[in-house]
Every structure is written in structure tokens, then in C-alpha cells.
């Protein structure tokens, strides 16, 4: 059973994990991440990966969860950015 300290984690963490659908949704729909920064997507997946290992170090399943989860959507969002930025450049570049 889980204890309610465990149960306000993993409602802190829903709420800033899914705060990353609406970005990706958005990436998705207009094929670009123009307005999103490479540098604070390579710190924050950076961070977030450092936020996992940290939660299995201390057995935390609510940390373990919220991190891997938010590691996937941004590393997502990282890879849409790289591969639009480039076909966004290969369009504007003349040949």
C-alpha cells in the first residue's frame, strides 16, 4: 500500500510530466520545434536522466516513474527538434 506521501508524489508528478504533452502535440502537429531551445532541452534531459538515477539510488518509485516518463517525452521532443531544425536548414539553404 502506498503511503500518502507517495500518492502527493506521484500527483506532482503526473502534473509536471503531462505538462509535456501539449509541447510534443504541438511539435507533432506543425512539424517544427523552431521556437524550442536546444541548449535548455540538453540540460533538462540531462537533468531529468541525473532525477532518475537519483530515484533509483533511493528506491523511490514515485521519482523513478515521474523521471522516466518526462525522459521519454523530452528526449522525444529533443529528436523532433534536431530533425527539423535539419529539414528546416536543407529547405532554406540552396543546393
Known amino acids: ?24 502535440m504541438r511539435v507533432l502537429k506543425l512539424r517544427s ?7 535548455m532541452f540538453l540540460v533538462f534531459s540531462l ?7 537519483y ?8 521519482v523513478i516513474v515521474a523521471n522516466a516518463v518526462t525522459l521519454v517525452l523530452a528526449l522525444s521532443i529533443l529528436f523532433l527538434k534536431l530533425r ?3 529539414n528546416a536548414l536543407k529547405e532554406v539553404t540552396p543546393a
Open 47 to 53: 537533468g531529468t536522466a541525473l532525477w532518475l538515477t
Open 1 to 24: 500500500m502506498h503511503s500518502a506521501v507517495d500518492l502527493i508524489g506521484y500527483l506532482a508528478a503526473a502534473c509536471t510530466t503531462l505538462s509535456f504533452l501539449p509541447q510534443l
Open 84 to 86: 527539423y531544425d535539419r
Open 33 to 39: 520545434a523552431r521556437d524550442i531551445s536546444l541548449g
Open 55 to 62: 530515484g533509483f539510488s533511493i528506491h523511490s518509485w514515485p
